[in-house]
């Protein structure tokens, strides 16, 4: 009989082993799906650029402080470019990581009882953290903080029950290794504070207080100073600004009440695609309220029967309102607004470990606990379980809403298909530098970052006959441009817009303007100007479009030249200068773009397929 609780033990052990494995090939299915996008592109572009230096690693992007993720990103850039394998394989790892320090702290607080597979299973299952895995970027600042976070507790929990230093200085160090990855990590301190006032109050504490607020005293340094100074990609620094009262208002209940409530309890069963490979929560009405009406219940159940439930939810509805809402409140939710903003569950992912263990506390003794208590228990105390059955299977469903997106599929094949254009141009390529399609880089959020030489260009790294060239204005006898049409594929350059035909061969130009009426007047803008010539001898010419005016090369023999203008007018005028000759041929007038009857390279998109 002595060993039954050990065996039991054991075996709850075992379970909780096995549930860490199964939704870990659960997720793998939709983690081998999703590919790089977005600021994924820019943060290895940017460590592609640069040292691994202090100023690199420091640089706070738009209230984020992450040298962990900037070292990562400077490392991937070197390990492949964009190697999705490699990225998967650290997600899976850092899943897995987090699942077994969730396990160990919920172990360490209540012992190895049935009752902790309850929090420990919230947290595998919820939908709270999907969206994040499909995104790179987000997955390597949040997952180590989910890591970082369950550990330091149990460290803590350790510390105030042995008294020895060495456990609280583990606690400090994993919460600085948090801080490494993720802007929140400082809270895990203040986690560790209120746990053991509420649930450990016989521990030795003023040394360890001491020590954690030092740590986050040297970080809120660091990061306010680096904050006010970083320079963003709009070449300017943070000023950060409280948003109108409603606008943050409207953002906070409905990040709670069409998120973040939803999402604990299985939801939000529908989303809202933004992009092939991203999607946010789309809870509809009906059961947004009824997740509302059943965490209400609980909340109000476990402050019947336990005592100090009340503390639990107390510190989960500040972490809430501190870690997650405050952060986007300042730096974002006037661009995003507060429907967009709200309803993003990455803002509230990390805080799903979070939940697992304020549940755990709000409805499970603590080991050593005295009067755990109000009341004795109901008879019906395992009505929880089909609660837990419908949770359960809502995750799931929800889940499996979200995996049904294409996810990484198109931006991979934008990508894949860029690689083989770019290991197929022929040497000296001059390839047109515009931008990508929206759904890979958005440039209207990532600027130059959103750039093909930014976005492919690290795929030429390894062209055997050297570099090919970038260009972002078409500008003298360019031989046979290309550019990246939406697919990946490389095609001849094609000036879209307006023609001005020559009848009878060439128009003689000299030293004396030239004038070539267009059709139709072109407005003001920016616009790209290709001149047929045959010339005796290689000349210099002066093109002009009303006030606007650009000196272009133009060869011998025959051949195209181009100039780029910024301006309005009715007509072109060409000149020679430095006194040559030449004689010009057919106009175009307009906008480059990929010659939509041009041979493509490759013929056809590279296929996406799955790892």
């Avoid at 501190?322 to 509230?348: C, F, K, N, S, T």
């Avoid at 030249?561 to 430095?578: I, N």
Wanted: aromatic share 10%.
């Amino acid at each position: 009989m002595e060993t039954r609780p050990r065996e039991r033990g054991e075996i709850v052990l075992a379970a909780a082993i096995v549930m860490i494995v199964v939704q870990l090939a659960w997720k793998f299915d939709l983690v081998r799906r999703t590919y790089f996008r977005q600021d994924d592109f820019t943060f290895i572009a940017r460590g592609l650029e640069q040292q691994l230096s202090w100023d690199y690693l420091m640089r706070v992007d738009y209230g984020h402080l992450m040298p962990g993720p900037f070292a990562i990103h400077w490392a991937m850039g070197r390990l492949g470019v964009y190697n999705d394998v490699l990225a998967h394989a650290v997600t899976i790892g850092l899943q897995a990581a987090a699942g077994l320090a969730l396990l160990r702290l919920l172990k360490l607080l209540f012992g190895a009882r049935p009752a902790i597979l309850a929090p420990l299973a919230l947290y595998l299952l919820t939908p709270l953290t999907i969206s994040s895995l499909s995104w790179w970027a987000v997955v390597i600042e949040t997952l180590p903080f989910q890591v970082a976070l369950p550990m330091a507790l149990g460290s803590q929990v350790r510390y105030a029950r042995t008294g020895r230093f060495r456990h609280a200085l583990a606690t400090a160090g994993w919460a600085v290794l948090g801080m490494v990855f993720y802007v929140k990590a400082p809270f895990i301190l203040v986690l560790a504070f209120v746990l053991t006032l509420g649930w450990l109050p016989r521990a030795r504490r003023r040394p360890a207080w001491l020590l954690y607020l030092a740590v986050i005293a040297v970080y809120a340094a660091v990061f306010f100073r680096q904050l006010f100074t970083s320079v963003q990609l709009t070449n300017d620094t943070v000023r950060p600004a409280l948003p109108d009262p409603a606008v943050a208002a409207s953002f906070a209940w409905k990040l709670l009440s069409g998120s973040f409530v939803p999402a604990a309890l299985g939801g939000p069963w529908r989303w809202h695609p933004i992009t092939d490979d991203y999607a946010i929560a789309a809870t509809p009405p009906a059961p947004m309220w009824a997740a509302l009406g059943v965490a209400a219940v609980a909340v109000a159940a476990s402050l019947a029967y336990r005592r100090r439930a009340w503390l639990a939810w107390l510190t989960l509805l500040a972490y809430l309102v501190l870690a997650d809402v405050v952060p986007v409140m300042i730096g974002r939710v006037v661009q995003l607004g507060p429907d967009l903003g709200g309803m993003e569950l990455r803002y509230v992912s990390s805080t799903a470990v979070v939940l697992a263990v304020v549940v755990g506390l709000a409805f499970i003794p603590v080991q050593g606990e005295e009067r755990p208590w109000r009341r004795p228990p109901p008879r019906l105390r395992h009505a929880w379980i089909p609660v837990a059955a419908a949770v359960a299977a809502g995750s799931v469903w929800s889940v499996a809403a979200y995996t049904r997106l294409p996810l990484g599929q198109h931006v991979r094949s934008y990508v894949e298909t860029g690689r083989v254009a770019l290991q197929r141009a022929p040497a000296g390529t001059v390839i047109l530098d515009t931008h990508v399609p929206a759904r890979v880089v958005e440039p209207q959020f990532f600027y130059d970052y959103a750039r093909v030489s930014r976005v492919l260009g690290p795929l030429a790294a390894d062209r055997p006959d050297g570099q090919v060239t970038w260009t972002r204005r078409l500008t003298g006898p360019l031989p046979n441009p290309l550019v990246f049409d939406p697919e990946g594929r490389l095609r001849p350059v094609s000036v879209e817009g307006l023609t001005i035909p020559q009848r009878g061969g060439c128009t003689p130009v000299s030293g004396r303007e030239a004038r070539f009426p267009l059709p139709l007047p072109m407005p003001r803008g920016e616009w790209t100007v290709q001149i047929g010539y045959l010339n005796p001898a290689a000349t210099r010419l002066a093109v002009r479009l009303g006030d606007a005016e650009e000196t272009v090369p133009a060869g011998k023999d025959f051949g195209w030249t181009f100039a780029t203008v910024t301006g309005s007018g009715t007509e072109v005028a060409v000149r020679a200068v430095d006194g040559g000759a030449a004689c010009v041929g057919e106009i175009r007038v307009g906008v480059p773009r990929p010659a939509r009857h041009g041979t493509p390279t490759p013929l056809q998109p590279v296929a996406a397929a799955h790892r």
